[in-house]
């Protein structure tokens, strides 16, 4: 009997929980559209998902979960393509699969508690993606994720570094975490560890782990662990996505943000200070209610005050029931030429970046078909074949559109490395981590 077809839209979270859903459904020939709800467009690529794989799979039973179903149930359970409707915590557990109700959701706001998953492999992934915290208790005014997601909650340190390390035994040389809101991990759990100790536990006890990598961070709650981990820690990775949304203090305040301008230019300043190469993501709203030309030009500025060269931008999409969708709107087609320019203006700065890059020494993570893979710094890189899920060192020859083309490297210094540094460790209450080689840890006892 063929494996379960999942389709899977939006977030590394959601890419993280559809392997769940394929190790849950081993063996099943069904259909599973795990769905995304962060603006209307996604919910929109959902729906044309579902007709799309109707199309495909005339015959094959078509359930769809995620953030979409979870925020509207009875629509998704309307469309005539769909035999079921699971939600967002129910399709993590095997007896919603092996339920026949044609609805299964909850009260998502009641969900208290998450866990690692069972996936043991990624499917068409060369890195895996591990959920260490899920939901959201801010309540930014554009936003309905809280209400596909809930509220935040953590998996315990133990849960995660066991999942780790069996995916290190099974041969992943890089991991990602990743969360709805991946810098408010571990107010609910005892102790509340922050995300840092979390990261410091990981590195500590999976010395095999080479690779850690971050998915998006809210920048006003990374703490000085967390940022020491980042700025000096080679095991992780030199790139950082930062959940910024503008570049204007009134709107980042009617946005319901909690960081200005200032403190997130100065952030990224520290960042490339400690560690000059590190590339800096971030999320770019345009068009967002009340943005007039003056706030967008300060978005706009952004991207170079911040040196964004992995920019993810969406026009400003209202959503039901949300603060923002009752504030005075941007005509739409504004919104859509400003996050036009808004992508030229962070692919132009991209551009520059990976033009600087070449001559440079990079590691990258190969992935499929192994002609290619994504540098620590993520920057997609042509390489010659090799083996998938391998770490190649190579060397940057020169820049084609935006992917770099390089050939094999001499073994040496890795790129970023500057072993001519004094030692630098980190140190809290929880374990120390040694800076003084790469990919050495030193640690001391946990509180």
Known sequence: MADPHVISLGCRLNIAESETIRTLLAGQDLVVVNSCAVTNTAVAETRAAIRRA????PGAEIVVTGCAAQIDPAGFAAMAEVDRVIGNAEKLTSSAWAAAAPVIVGDIMQVRETAPHLASAFAA?????????????????FCAIPFGRGNSRSVPAGGVIDRIAA?????????????????SYGPDLPGAPSLGMLVERILAYVPGLARLRLSSLDSVEIDDLLFELIAYEPR?????HLSFQAGDDMILKRMKR?????????????????????????DLIAGFPTEDDAMFANTRALIEDC????????????????PAARMPQVPVAIAKARAAELRAAAAARKAAW???LIGTTQDVLVERPGDRGHAGNFAEVRIPPTDVG??????????????????????????????????????????????????????????
């Open 307 to 322: 040196d964004i060269v992995h920019a993810h931008i969406f026009p400003y999409s209202p959503r039901t029931g949300t």
């Open 54 to 57: 109707r199309r495909e799979r």
């Open 354 to 356: 990976l033009r600087g």
């Open 258 to 282: 909690r960081h200005s301008r200032a403190q997130a230019v100065a952030l990224v300043a520290r960042l490339k200070a400690a560690r000059p190469e590190i590339a800096i993501g971030a």
């Open 390 to 447: 391998s770490v190649a060192r190579v060397m940057i020859d020169r820049v084609d559109d935006s992917t770099l083309i390089a050939s094999p490297a001499q073994v040496g210094v890795r790129s970023g490395d500057a072993p001519d540094q004094a030692p630098r460790s980190v140190t809290s209450t929880s374990a120390t981590v040694s800076r003084s080689a790469p990919g050495t840890v030193q640690k001391d006892v946990f509180a």
């Open 125 to 141: 992934h060369a890195r895996a993606f591990v959920e260490v915290q899920n939901g959201c208790d801010h309540r930014c005014t």
């Open 167 to 183: 995916l290190v035994d099974a041969g992943y040389r890089e991991v990602v975490l990743t969360g709805v809101d991946l810098t």
């Open 236 to 240: 992780v990775m030199p790139h950082v």
